[in-house]
């Protein structure tokens, strides 16, 4: 069996009377894809902020490559390794980018601040090349760009600091279906060649279904079930799971049905 890139158990996140993650457990092996899928509000995006270090567990740890990065870190070269472990990319790319640098100047930057040793020029074109961008969009701000553009521009990102695992939250979310079947095209090449793990949280079970080997789903802050993605979603052992597969609209789809199953699970 593979190594774990990533182990997290029995992590807990209240805020207030909230309890957002309650007792989560799960492992992703090393150069796996792990989905986590769940209704809005079920402690995906708050989970994923906990591993990636963005906020603090109540409880629980979170280990990557055997390393516990539970504990408060010890200053900013901690910080940093930290965040070479572990990248994050987020629905928005907006958020993450900086409207006023152009594309170029904010991978060097980012370059920098992790390889202040290395000349980061040779590098930036290589990584404008990785995700399908070039010089043009080196000089060009994050406005002039599609979407799908500045999403590529966070993926080259998050790659230049060479991490063991990236954290997509609703990553291809915004963008039409054409172009996030770009993006997603472009991810599973970005797996096969730098084994890099991935975490895929996402509402979309199409979405799913073609990035993850194995899915975690969660329900009101839990793991209500998980396995292979073929599994899971070819023959639901829960029946939220079911539910979840049922909302997806298709031919025939009745909202009603839905909302009665739902209420039969409360
Ligand atoms: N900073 C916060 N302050 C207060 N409550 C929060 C905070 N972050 C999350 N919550 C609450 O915790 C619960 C889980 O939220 P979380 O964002 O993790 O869910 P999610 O599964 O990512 O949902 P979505 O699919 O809508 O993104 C929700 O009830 C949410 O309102
Ligand atoms: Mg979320």
Avoid: N
């Avoid at 567990?57 to 280990?63: I, L």
């Avoid at 991490?163 to 797996?191: W, Y």
């Avoid at 080997?213 to 396995?227: F, Q, Y």
Wanted: glycine fraction near 10%.
């Amino acid at each position: 069996m593979a190594e774990d890139l990533l182990a997290v158990s029995g992590l807990r996140r209240s805020y207030g009377a909230v309890t957002a993650v309650d007792d989560v457990s799960f492992t992703l092996a090393e150069g796996g894809s792990l989905g986590i899928v769940g209704e809005s509000g079920s402690g995906k995006t708050t989970t994923a902020r906990i591993i990636a270090g963005l906020e603090r567990a109540d409880a629980g740890r979170v280990e990557v490559a055997g390393r516990d990065r539970s504990a408060r870190s010890r200053g900013r070269a901690d910080r940093l390794r930290r965040a070479r472990e572990v990248q994050m990319v987020f629905q928005d790319p907006f958020l993450s980018l900086d409207p006023r640098v152009p594309i170029g100047a904010a991978l060097r930057e980012t370059l920098r601040l992790h390889f202040p040793r290395t000349d980061p020029a040779l590098r930036v074109a290589e990584l404008l090349d990785e995700v399908g961008l070039g010089g043009r969009e080196a000089a060009a701000l994050p406005r002039h760009l599609s979407g799908g553009q500045r999403q590529r521009v966070v993926i080259a990102r998050a790659l230049a600091v060479r991490p063991r695992l990236i954290v997509f939250d609703e990553a291809v979310a915004a963008l039409d279906v054409s172009v996030q079947a770009q993006i997603l095209g472009l991810l599973a090449g970005i797996r096969a060649e730098t084994g890099i793990g991935f975490l895929f949280i996402t509402h979309d079970l199409g979405v799913v279904r073609s990035v993850a080997d194995e899915i975690v789903v969660m329900r009101r802050g839990a793991v209500v079930e998980r396995g292979p993605t073929e599994s899971v979603l070819g023959a639901p052992g829960h029946p939220y799971t079911r539910l979840l597969l049922d909302s997806v609209p298709r031919p025939g789809w009745d909202p009603r049905r839905i909302a009665e199953a739902r209420r039969c699970l409360d």
